[in-house]
């Protein structure tokens, strides 16, 4: 029996996985891929395939279509890197293997990887291929799989015994896969049982949280299902709560109603909404005031959320509102499930990907220390990449700063161009974070194309929102340095920490020639109030509400020189003059702030009604540009009854679209020939 048969054995009785990795070429990973699943006799129909194109007689699965095998069970999967290493893709396929199983790294060889001209930079905003990246990102993955010792290297022929043969299995009846939730389930259904209940249930990924509460719902009495609504992110991350309760109650009368967060929070406004019990299933992936909004509108209210893994929620955003909750009518319950489902508590798969992708740590907890000095330093990623409790430390402010961090930000932070980081450091312990990207497009065709709207490409956020949803051509000549993220700990936050890095940011963006600092943010008046506090202006708001974030995304800007701020004032009076007219969704909390800070008197950009007129008609560009210009238009031509109708339909916030779209257009081009 060979070293590999042994090894897949071992895994088998203790249902442990493994992580094995194959350096090759090119040319033989076919060959030798074919080999190793041989040696490992496994069949190829017992597993998947991430990559681009079919080996050993496999169908691939693209990156972006991993996510559709999340909830199936594979004996095996092979990440092929020659077609992309995305830690997304990792990440999500690496919990669908049951023990047992193997999670296979086809990968040039380790001195060689760094150096490959992996495809992922594409969708990274290298748009130029003969610009070489450094390669941080996989030079980073290639240390810490060097130095594993969970790690089954193929090439050094280490196959390292896997855990104890003695690994007991969990015991369980059916219906419940494991005590845990069994004992989560009893408790579900007692605090239902009550006039009102507020609870909390977390776990790692793949211990059944979401089943367990499907069982729930099947087995209690407390409600009518037609009572019950669950809220999650995406639909995706409640289907095993909605599977479960199939199990038990596959023929049942009524059924519980999902939504997503802005789905929810324009439901619950109507009153009388009758919902007894609420769910909110991944709770840490949704924005913590839309959960401040939503988690007081029934008496009885589950969260749920996942501590560590693949969804990019990040931890600390969630679990701080959560541990924080107080729900107006029961003290707040927190259960949490320990014992892995489909694979032993001995597994090393889920601790490796857990460090590798750093998803497993946690900002530590740490007092109020006045007195100490904080250094601010600007760190690159080969710095951050040989100092490896920096970086933890970085990444572990940056997730719990933000509600979709996810494991392929942490290859944008290393590898992506323009990245900058800056930390506030206290007595050697990292406190802040910013984290931002120098944008501009100045390329005379690629600018052409962003204006009239036929090219979206990766990066530069900043410049294509001015180019194509404000048409602004001029911004091609202006350099934006945009941050991405600002992250304090808890116990520095208000002593202007945060304050002290956008300070540094500001003088190093001067002296370099930078035009402008901007940001862009889900809409909330919180945060909006912190960058008004340091300078910034709003520049934008867009017209979408995010599904999730329940809000629309806003852009601010603070000028660094004399010519960004006179275009800076320009297009802040183009937005004065459409605020009115587009129809933002926005709560009334939200919208007094903003009208609070518009300016007073007569700020119409009359100047620009041309041209703004003669885009429109022209291209793409969308109709909300162009509303009270129209408007003003409107107030001099004499047109035909079925003209004045298409114009009144643009004009009073109807989204034209299709065939009426293109009336508008050619009407508005026709009204300019005529003129």
Same mark, same amino acid.
């Given at each position: 029996?060979?070293?590999?048969?042994?090894?897949?054995?071992?895994?088998?009785?203790?249902?442990?996985?493994?992580?094995?990795?194959?350096?090759?070429?090119?040319?033989?990973?076919?060959?030798?891929?074919?080999?190793?699943?041989?040696?490992?006799?496994?069949?190829?129909?017992?597993?998947?395939?991430?990559?681009?194109?079919?080996?050993?007689?496999?169908?691939?699965?693209?990156?972006?279509?991993?996510?559709?095998?999340?909830?199936?069970?594979?004996?095996?999967?092979?990440?092929?890197?020659?077609?992309?290493?995305?830690?997304?893709?990792?990440?999500?396929?690496?919990?669908?293997?049951?023990?047992?199983?193997?999670?296979?790294?086809?990968?040039?060889?380790?001195?060689?990887?760094?150096?490959?001209?992996?495809?992922?930079?594409?969708?990274?905003?290298?748009?130029?291929?003969?610009?070489?990246?450094?390669?941080?990102?996989?030079?980073?993955?290639?240390?810490?799989?060097?130095?594993?010792?969970?790690?089954?290297?193929?090439?050094?022929?280490?196959?390292?015994?896997?855990?104890?043969?003695?690994?007991?299995?969990?015991?369980?009846?059916?219906?419940?896969?494991?005590?845990?939730?069994?004992?989560?389930?009893?408790?579900?259904?007692?605090?239902?049982?009550?006039?009102?209940?507020?609870?909390?249930?977390?776990?790692?990924?793949?211990?059944?949280?979401?089943?367990?509460?499907?069982?729930?719902?099947?087995?209690?009495?407390?409600?009518?299902?037609?009572?019950?609504?669950?809220?999650?992110?995406?639909?995706?991350?409640?289907?095993?709560?909605?599977?479960?309760?199939?199990?038990?109650?596959?023929?049942?009368?009524?059924?519980?109603?999902?939504?997503?967060?802005?789905? &929810? @929070?324009?439901? +619950?406004?109507?009153? *009388?909404?009758?919902?007894?019990?609420?769910?909110? #299933?991944?709770? $840490?992936? =949704?924005?913590?005031?839309?959960?401040?909004?939503?988690?007081?509108?029934?008496?009885?209210?589950?969260?749920?959320?996942?501590?560590?893994?693949?969804?990019?929620?990040?931890?600390?955003?969630?679990?701080?509102?959560?541990?924080?909750?107080?729900?107006?009518?029961?003290?707040?319950?927190?259960?949490?499930?320990?014992?892995?489902?489909?694979?032993?508590?001995?597994?090393?798969?889920?601790? &490796? @990907?857990?460090? +590798?992708?750093?998803? *497993?740590?946690?900002?530590?907890?740490?007092?109020? #220390?006045?007195? $100490?000095? =904080?250094?601010?330093?600007?760190?690159?990623?080969?710095?951050?990449?040989?100092?490896?409790?920096?970086?933890?430390?970085?990444?572990?402010?940056?997730?719990?700063?933000?509600?979709?961090?996810?494991?392929?930000?942490?290859?944008?932070?290393?590898?992506?161009?323009?990245?900058?980081?800056?930390?506030?450091?206290?007595?050697?312990?990292?406190?802040?974070?910013?984290?931002?990207?120098?944008?501009? @497009?100045?390329?005379?065709?690629?600018?052409?194309?962003?204006?009239?709207?036929?090219?979206?490409?990766?990066?530069?956020?900043?410049?294509?929102?001015?180019?194509?949803?404000?048409?602004?051509?001029?911004?091609?000549?202006?350099?934006?340095?945009?941050?991405?993220?600002?992250?304090?700990?808890?116990?520095?936050?208000?002593?202007?920490?945060?304050?002290?890095?956008?300070?540094?940011?500001?003088?190093?963006?001067?002296?370099?020639?930078?035009?402008?600092?901007?940001?862009?943010?889900?809409?909330?008046?919180?945060?909006?109030?912190?960058?008004?506090?340091?300078?910034?202006?709003?520049?934008?708001?867009?017209?979408?509400?995010?599904?999730?974030?329940?809000?629309?995304?806003?852009?601010?800007?603070?000028?660094?020189?004399?010519?960004?701020?006179?275009?800076?004032?320009?297009?802040?009076?183009?937005?004065?003059?459409?605020?009115?007219?587009?129809?933002?969704?926005?709560?009334?909390?939200?919208?007094?702030?903003?009208?609070?800070?518009?300016?007073?008197?007569?700020?119409?950009?009359?100047?620009?009604?041309?041209?703004?007129?003669?885009?429109?008609?022209?291209?793409?560009?969308?109709?909300?540009?162009?509303?009270?210009?129209?408007?003003?238009?409107?107030?001099?031509?004499?047109?035909?009854?079925?003209?004045?109708?298409?114009?009144?339909?643009?004009?009073?916030?109807?989204?034209?679209?299709?065939?009426?779209?293109?009336?508008?257009?050619?009407?508005?081009?026709?009204?300019?020939?005529?003129?």
């Amino acid at each position: 029996m060979s070293p590999l048969q042994k090894l897949r054995q071992q895994l088998q009785v203790t249902r442990t996985r493994q992580l094995i990795w194959l350096e090759t070429s090119i040319d033989q990973r076919d060959r030798q891929l074919q080999r190793l699943l041989s040696e490992l006799e496994l069949e190829r129909s017992q597993g998947v395939l991430v990559g681009s194109e079919a080996l050993c007689g496999i169908t691939p699965a693209k990156t972006g279509e991993v996510v559709r095998l999340l909830g199936t069970t594979q004996s095996f999967a092979v990440i092929d890197a020659f077609s992309g290493f995305n830690p997304n893709a990792v990440a999500q396929i690496g919990g669908s293997i049951a023990g047992g199983g193997v999670l296979i790294l086809l990968t040039p060889d380790a001195e060689c990887w760094p150096d490959y001209a992996d495809p992922e930079y594409q969708h990274l905003g290298y748009r130029d291929q003969s610009i070489r990246p450094e390669g941080n990102f996989i030079r980073w993955v290639v240390n810490q799989l060097s130095l594993d010792k969970r790690v089954v290297r193929v090439s050094t022929g280490s196959y390292p015994r896997v855990g104890p043969i003695s690994a007991k299995p969990v015991s369980a009846v059916w219906p419940y896969a494991s005590p845990d939730q069994r004992r989560t389930v009893a408790e579900l259904l007692a605090c239902w049982s009550r006039p009102a209940s507020a609870q909390v249930v977390t776990a790692d990924r793949g211990r059944g949280k979401s089943t367990s509460i499907g069982l729930a719902l099947a087995l209690q009495t407390s409600f009518q299902l037609q009572q019950v609504a669950i809220c999650a992110p995406q639909k995706s991350a409640a289907a095993e709560i909605f599977n479960a309760l199939e199990i038990l109650k596959p023929e049942r009368i009524s059924t519980p109603t999902f939504f997503l967060p802005a789905q &929810l @929070l324009a439901s +619950l406004s109507k009153s *009388g909404s009758g919902y007894k019990l609420l769910i909110i #299933d991944e709770a $840490a992936g =949704i924005p913590t005031p839309v959960l401040q909004q939503i988690s007081g509108g029934c008496p009885h209210l589950l969260l749920s959320t996942t501590l560590h893994g693949y969804e990019g929620h990040g931890r600390g955003f969630g679990i701080r509102f959560l541990t924080q909750l107080e729900h107006p009518l029961a003290c707040v319950r927190h259960r949490q499930l320990t014992t892995p489902i489909r694979w032993s508590m001995d597994d090393s798969l889920e601790p &490796l @990907l857990n460090d +590798l992708f750093l998803m *497993g740590i946690d900002v530590p907890e740490s007092q109020r #220390d006045s007195d $100490a000095t =904080i250094d601010i330093q600007q760190i690159t990623p080969s710095e951050m990449i040989v100092s490896p409790q920096v970086l933890q430390q970085v990444f572990a402010l940056l997730t719990a700063a933000h509600y979709r961090t996810s494991p392929s930000d942490l290859r944008v932070l290393l590898d992506a161009p323009g990245q900058s980081v800056w930390i506030a450091r206290k007595q050697h312990r990292v406190i802040g974070v910013l984290w931002t990207v120098t944008e501009q @497009l100045n390329e005379p065709e690629l600018v052409a194309a962003v204006y009239q709207g036929t090219r979206r490409p990766a990066g530069n956020l900043l410049p294509q929102s001015f180019l194509y949803h404000e048409a602004w051509p001029e911004v091609s000549r202006f350099q934006f340095e945009r941050v991405i993220r600002v992250a304090v700990e808890d116990p520095s936050r208000r002593r202007g920490v945060a304050s002290r890095l956008l300070e540094q940011l500001e003088i190093l963006s001067r002296t370099q020639g930078r035009d402008l600092i901007g940001t862009s943010f889900a809409c909330y008046p919180d945060v909006a109030q912190f960058w008004n506090a340091q300078g910034y202006q709003v520049a934008r708001l867009g017209e979408q509400v995010d599904r999730v974030a329940a809000a629309p995304a806003i852009i601010m800007l603070k000028a660094l020189n004399s010519d960004a701020e006179f275009w800076l004032e320009r297009q802040y009076c183009q937005f004065n003059d459409r605020f009115g007219q587009v129809g933002y969704s926005l709560d009334s909390f939200t919208e007094e702030w903003i009208q609070s800070r518009l300016m007073s008197g007569d700020c119409s950009p009359g100047d620009r009604d041309n041209l703004l007129l003669k885009h429109f008609a022209a291209s793409h560009a969308p109709l909300s540009l162009i509303r009270p210009a129209l408007a003003r238009l409107n107030r001099l031509l004499v047109k035909s009854s079925g003209d004045l109708a298409l114009i009144d339909s643009a004009l009073s916030g109807e989204s034209l679209k299709g065939p009426r779209l293109a009336q508008l257009r050619e009407l508005i081009s026709g009204l300019y020939l005529e003129l």
